[in-house]
C-alpha cells in the first residue's frame, strides 16, 4: 500500500481532508515531505520531475519575493491569497491552497498572537516539514554555473567559436539550454532529498 491508497485524488494537487490523511500517512510511516520553495516555472519543473522519478509527494511553496513565509508587511498579499482562495472555492468546492503561513514574529506579543488569530481558524495538524529553499537554490545554480564554464567558450560571442569563426553558438547561449540544466541539478537534489526524508516510493 502507497500513499496513494489513502487518497481520494490519485493525481495532482489534494486539497482538504487528502492533504489531513497524507500527513497522517507520513506520521504511520514515519516519512517527512519536502517543502520546496519554487520561484519559476522552472523550478516547478524540476521539482516535480524529481517527485515523478522517485514516485514521491512534495509540497510545492510559493511566496512573496521568495520569502518562506508571511511578515506583517506582506499581510495584503495574504489577504489577497485568502480572497483568490475563496472565490475559488465557491466555484469548486475546494480549496485553491493548502495552507497559509504568517510569521509575526518580529512584531509585539500582543498585536502578532491577536492579528494571527485573525488568521487562523484552525491549529494545524502536526507534520515535520523540510525546507529545501538554500540547498535548491544552490543545487539549481550549479548546473547554470557548470554550463557557462564548461561552455564559456561559446558563450563569448553569438558567432564564432573553437569549431570555427563563423561557427554559431545560439545552441549554447538559448535561455532553454542553461535553463534546462539548473533543472536537472535541481532535480538531482530533490531526488536525493526525497531519499533522505524517506519520501521516495511513498506513492
Known amino acids: 500500500m502507497g500513499a496513494i491508497d489513502v487518497l481520494s485524488r490519485k493525481t495532482g494537487v489534494i486539497v482538504g481532508d487528502d492533504v489531513y490523511k497524507l500527513f497522517k500517512y507520513c506520521q504511520e510511516k514515519n516519512f517527512a515531505i519536502p517543502a520546496i520553495n519554487?520561484?519559476?516555472?522552472?523550478?516547478?519543473?524540476?521539482?516535480?520531475?524529481?517527485?515523478?522519478?522517485?514516485k514521491s509527494p512534495v509540497i510545492l511553496q510559493v511566496s512573496q519575493g521568495g520569502a518562506d513565509h508571511c511578515a506583517k508587511k506582506l499581510l495584503?498579499?495574504?489577504?489577497?491569497?485568502?480572497?483568490?482562495d475563496e472565490s475559488y472555492f465557491k466555484l469548486h468546492g475546494e480549496p485553491l491552497f493548502s495552507s497559509h503561513m504568517i510569521d509575526l514574529s518580529e512584531e509585539e506579543k500582543e498585536w502578532n498572537i491577536n492579528t494571527t488569530a485573525?488568521?487562523?481558524?484552525?491549529?494545524?495538524y502536526g507534520?515535520?516539514?523540510?525546507?529545501?529553499?538554500?540547498?535548491?537554490?544552490?543545487?539549481?545554480?550549479?548546473?547554470v554555473r557548470d554550463h557557462?564554464?564548461?561552455?564559456?567558450?561559446y558563450l563569448?560571442?553569438?558567432?564564432?567559436?573553437?569549431?570555427?569563426?563563423?561557427?554559431?553558438?545560439?545552441k549554447y547561449y538559448d535561455p532553454r539550454v542553461w535553463v534546462r540544466e539548473g533543472e536537472k541539478t535541481m532535480?538531482?537534489?530533490?531526488?536525493?532529498?526525497?531519499?533522505?526524508?524517506?519520501?521516495?516510493?511513498?506513492?
Open 118 to 124: 485573525k488568521y487562523s481558524e484552525a491549529i494545524s
Open 156 to 170: 563569448a560571442s553569438q558567432v564564432g567559436n573553437p569549431e570555427g569563426e563563423g561557427k554559431p553558438n545560439k
Open 38 to 54: 519554487v520561484t519559476s516555472s522552472s523550478t516547478v519543473v524540476a521539482s516535480l520531475e524529481a517527485a515523478r522519478d522517485a
Open 127 to 143: 507534520i515535520v516539514k523540510v525546507n529545501l529553499d538554500t540547498d535548491l537554490q544552490w543545487a539549481y545554480l550549479t548546473g
Open 148 to 153: 557557462v564554464l564548461t561552455k564559456k567558450d
Open 76 to 84: 495584503p498579499w495574504l489577504d489577497g491569497m485568502l480572497d483568490a
Open 187 to 203: 532535480t538531482a537534489r530533490v531526488k536525493e532529498a526525497l531519499e533522505d526524508f524517506n519520501t521516495a516510493s511513498q506513492l
